[in-house]
């Protein structure tokens, strides 16, 4: 660039000068940088720098150039003005360019050509995917890739017209094998071609870049990156893919990629000859995805990480159950048999005891650990999944957080565990639940340092075209507005998937930050076995037909390249075929293992088969004070808001007195008593640092500079992100981390985000809000497919806590209800059944789905979460949340309510003395529940009334069969009524 700068700079002088000493008629319109007459074209523009070459050879020697240029120059040596009727004018050679478009031939011969090989490859980078060979049927159909120039007939010599020679100024025939000519020696920071190009000095074609640009971009990988707004990620992917070591595998990792790809293909095979009746939604056609997967997690290992969460629809489940997480094969195989349970234990009795309906094979979950032979140990876990798509995909997301959490929260950490979510092309285009968990990507306290996902491309949606199925040119194009890298791989080429999973694990590795792997493959039978997908798809179906298979194309080039022999790939296959007819002959005798049906065990807690003891939930009540006044306490140089200081100074008051504690600070005390007792508590929703109704302050700001401060995490000197405090933290003043955190604005992905998170670990205390209740209807799929039935299903325990604002206090309708009737229509529990009641065998709410409370004091409030933590098994809880009763002068408790030896009230009964000691004298026994209970009681005081009991029914659900009873023998004489806010 200086020797060019230089160039310009004597030619430029020369012409100035010759301005100046000669004045020509048109001489204020002459100021460019090389002309000194408005007829002289030639000096005008880009072939400014032809001139410029011409000035350097007559400068070295003068009978180089053509007579018209050397009579020019030797003019403009003597100062001499240009005159054209003295000669014609210098001429330049002529290219045609942009002739397919009909624009107009221009002069275009220049002396350089970086402009114009700078954007071809840019080109390249940009739409050399519209190119790559990424249809493994090579029919590239309307239906399928609709989008594509070959579609559009923007089609130039088999190349879309853009990425085309002449589309950026060269002649395709006499340009592609001439010497390239770059002036300059600057990539503009770009790293690959660019940056190797400008400081090449060998010689250079454009048919050797063009070669070069299509074996990297049009090849079974195409890359989508330029997208990204980051130029560091850019050309981190660019020095990786615009390489001659990119795709290039040794022979023993191809041969190994071989192996696994085999045990992929006759899984398939081989159970649909042995079972051809059973629907098994099989991976014939996508078996690349396979060693595809187990390479990516090798190569991620090899970076440092040492757990993988996995999520994926049901097709191909089985084999990734069996290849990749290496479950059992003689389980698998007792599952198709019918064998896997006794139906006896997975079902209730007359008795009404316990048991779960289990699911079909292709919905469950597994895990496993497995050491690598230079000893690195890595643990995967497979999460279980319902037939409703993608819901799986936040589940994923949030039990990564957790862990990544639980090793200790630091940046190491959330590099090394890796969550890793499968799709079809239909459900990643379609479901929402996709963006609003990629939304959560980089928002704190959800990031888990990107997610690989991996799109199964069938090119189908059960009987659905892809052009029907999105607005899209591709499945993926999500992943451009979160900034996430696309690779694009043709799934009959296992090394180009296997080497996009490689730089997927790499790139997230690296920058932190989602990477899509969209593997284009098809699918070889119907939606199931069963199906006949000649229906609706004649043509590709018979492309299908015709189609040999992943294995046999691979098979066949290694044998080609000399990789192996044909005798070698007999042997392998043979081993493959024998090794799963031996499991087979196993499965009829193989013991079944309990921790074969969950994905992951938590040790020590009960299954609802086994009774779990009532614990007391009462805490030291100077520990309450304790927690209460930091609660209501921020440090000295910290500005708060004054009305929050009114707030904090009545909140350090309840605590100090204990006296008149009101709801937010019973919440605390909750809250604070389990994070000195070691265990982890978070609290995420829009708003759950105020609080929609401004009564927790969890979390509060600094007016001057808007730095926020949780008085809850300031309980000890330390906090520990570990998952259980030992006594020895406790007693050295550590207490539990607590994550108080405003979320984006969705119900469905957050609900199963942090429904994942307390799947993690049963020592923490998980909860999730609604702005209002009533948005709760957002997230129904996750509260039917996992939290409602999660347990039924798979055996899996949850303690999430669901707050839900109920109450119909003139806000609409929008703002009033949570719907309460909807969990108790989901409540599995049989009416008709009254359960064992005694304190030392009653077993009710553990062989219950989930439990549904109604609070109407702070103190019940305050046992109902501890409740949730001190006991030896886990139950999903929804909290009817109050409105009006957070700021309820009579809604309040004493400290002493939350003491040593208390517990949650499942009922409360009447607790006017009057009435209690005169049951006789009662007319009406009114059962209410909730914040109706003190509009109840202000009409009874009003009227005077003293022949009315008012009871409370806390907990809604299971049903308190004893405790009704009790209070409705009290008063004999009562008139029965139940009372509510809510519709009949």
């Known amino acids: 660039m200086l020797r060019l700068a230089c160039r310009k700079s004597r030619l430029a002088t020369r012409c100035a000068s010759n301005i100046i000493s000669t004045p020509q008629r048109h001489a204020p319109n002459v100021i460019r940088c090389f ?45 001499i003005a240009y005159d054209e009727a003295q000669y014609s004018t210098p001429s330049t ?153 990119f795709l ?58 040492h757990s993988f969460i996995i999520g994926m629809p ?36 007359i008795k009404g005891e316990w048991g779960s309906s289990g699911d079909v094979k292709y919905h469950l979950g597994t895990s496993m650990d497995r050491t690598y032979p230079d000893g690195r140990h890595i643990h995967l876990s497979l999460v279980a999944n319902p037939s409703h798509l993608e819901c799986v995909n936040p589940v994923v997301v949030g039990k990564a957080r957790a862990k990544q959490y639980y090793c200790g929260n630091r940046p190491e950490d959330t590099r090394n565990v890796v969550p890793i979510l499968l799709h079809g092309d239909a459900a990643f285009a379609g479901q929402g639940v996709v963006y609003e968990t990629m939304q959560l990507a980089k928002v704190p306290d959800f990031d888990v340092g990107g997610t690989i996902h991996v799109v199964v491309n069938n090119q189908i949606g059960f009987t659905t075209n892809p052009v029907h199925s999105r607005s899209t040119p591709y499945c993926s194009d999500i992943g451009k507005a979160f900034g996430a890298p696309i690779l694009h791989c043709n799934g009959d080429d296992p090394l180009a998937v296997s080497c996009a999973m490689e730089t997927a694990m790499e790139y997230r590795h690296e920058w932190g930050s989602d990477a899509i792997v969209d593997m284009i493959c098809y699918r070889r039978l119907g939606h199931n076995e069963l199906d006949q997908p000649l229906f609706t798809q004649p043509k590709l179906y018979k492309a299908i037909a015709k189609h040999p298979s992943t294995l046999q194309i691979y098979e066949k ?41 969950l994905s992951s065990k938590w040790s020590g807690f009960k299954s609802p088969r086994q009774q779990s003891r009532i614990r007391p939930t009462g805490v030291d009540t100077e520990v309450l004070r304790h927690i209460g006044r930091t609660a209501g306490s921020v440090p000295p140089t910290f500005k708060l808001h004054r009305q929050m200081q009114k707030i904090f100074k009545a909140r350090y008051a309840m605590a100090d007195s204990g006296k008149g504690i009101d709801w937010g600070t019973a919440e605390a005390m909750a809250f604070g008593s389990l994070l000195l007792e070691g265990n982890h508590v978070r609290i995420t929703g829009q708003d759950v640092q105020r609080g929609t109704f401004s009564h ?20 000890a000197s330390t906090v520990n992100k570990s998952s259980v405090l030992s006594l020895d933290d406790m007693e050295k003043g550590s207490q539990a981390g607590f994550t108080c955190r405003n979320s984006i604005l969705s119900e469905f992905a957050l609900l199963g985000y942090e429904h994942g998170y307390s799947l993690e670990n049963p020592n923490s205390l998980v909860l999730w809000e609604a702005q209002f209740g009533d948005f709760v209807n957002g997230a129904q799929i996750m509260i039917d497919q996992f939290i409602s039935a999660g347990e039924d299903k798979w055996m899996r325990q949850c303690g999430l806590v669901m707050l839900l604002p109920h109450g119909y206090d003139g806000n609409g309708a929008e703002h009033s209800s949570c719907r309460v009737e909807r969990f108790l229509q989901q409540v599995d529990e049989d009416p008709h059944f009254i359960p064992p009641m005694a304190r030392d065998e009653r077993m009710q709410i553990q062989q219950c789905n989930w439990q549904v409370v109604n609070c109407t004091t702070p103190a019940n409030y305050f046992h109902c979460l501890r409740r949730q933590i001190h006991r ?113």
Request: charged share 30%; proline share 4%; glycine share 6%.
């Open 35 to 79: 002309s000194t007459h408005e007829k002289e074209s030639f000096l005008n523009g880009t072939s400014s720098l032809y001139a410029e070459e011409m000035f350097e050879k007559w400068e070295a020697d003068q009978s180089s150039v053509p007579e018209s240029w050397r009579r020019y120059f030797e003019n403009l040596e003597k100062g």
């Open 93 to 245: 050679a002529s290219r045609k360019g942009l002739a397919h478009s009909g624009q107009a031939s221009m002069p275009s011969a220049l002396a350089s050509d970086s402009l114009g090989v700078s954007h071809l490859i840019r080109a390249y980078q940009v739409n050399g995917h519209h190119a790559a060979k990424l249809d493994p049927l090579n029919l590239y159909t309307r239906e399928s890739f609709p989008n594509r120039p070959v579609n559009t007939g923007d089609i130039i010599d088999g190349l879309p017209s853009y990425l085309t020679p002449s589309h950026h100024g060269f002649d395709p025939h006499k340009d592609m094998d001439r010497t390239l000519n770059f002036r300059g020696a600057h990539s503009g920071g770009n790293k690959g071609y660019l940056e190797e190009l400008a400081t090449m000095k060998q010689k250079v074609t454009l048919r050797m870049v063009l070669n070069q640009l299509q074996t990297t971009y049009c090849g079974t990988l195409g890359v989508e990156y330029m997208h990204i707004n980051d130029p560091e990620r850019c050309n981190w992917i660019r020095e990786r893919v615009e390489n001659p070591r």
């Open 248 to 305: 290039k595998y040794d022979n023993e990792k191809k041969l190994h990629i071989y192996e696994r790809l085999c045990f992929a293909d006759t899984f398939e095979n081989f159970l649909a000859h042995k079972f051809n009746t059973t629907k098994r939604f099989g991976l014939d056609g996508g078996e690349a995805i396979v060693p595809a997967l187990k390479d990516g997690i090798d190569r991620a290992s090899e970076l440092g990480a």
């Open 314 to 349: 049901h097709r191909g489940r089985l084999n990734v159950l069996a290849n990749v997480m290496r479950k059992p094969m003689q389980l698998i195989f007792r599952e198709f048999m019918g064998l896997n349970y006794d139906s006896n234990d997975h079902s209730k009795n």
């Open 557 to 597: 080039r290694l044998i080609e390249e000399g990789v192996m022999t044909e005798e070698e790939s007999k042997e392998i296959r043979k081993f493959t075929l024998e090794s799963y007819e031996a499991d087979l002959a196993s499965s009829k005798d193989y013991q079944v293992k309990q921790t074969d049906w």
């Open 696 to 715: 927790r302050h969890a979390v509060v700001k600094d007016q001057d500079n808007e730095e926020d401060y949780t008085p809850l995490e300031h309980l």
């Open 872 to 984: 030896d098994f886990r139950k999903p809880l929804i909290v009817v949340s109050p409105k009006n009763l957070l700021r309820h002068k009579r809604c309040v408790s004493d400290v002493d309510e939350m003491g040593p030896g208390k517990t949650f009230r499942r009922v409360i009964g009447e607790t006017d003395m009057e009435i209690r000691n005169n049951p006789e004298e009662v007319k009406t026994l009114v059962f209410c529940s909730g914040q109706i209970y003190y509009e109840l009681l202000e009409e009874r005081e009003k009227r005077g009334r003293s022949d009315v009991a008012l009871v409370r029914l806390e907990q809604v659900a299971p049903f308190a069969f004893d405790r009704i009873a009790e209070n409705a023998k009290i008063y004999t004489n009562a008139e029965v009524i139940w009372a509510q806010q809510e519709p009949k």
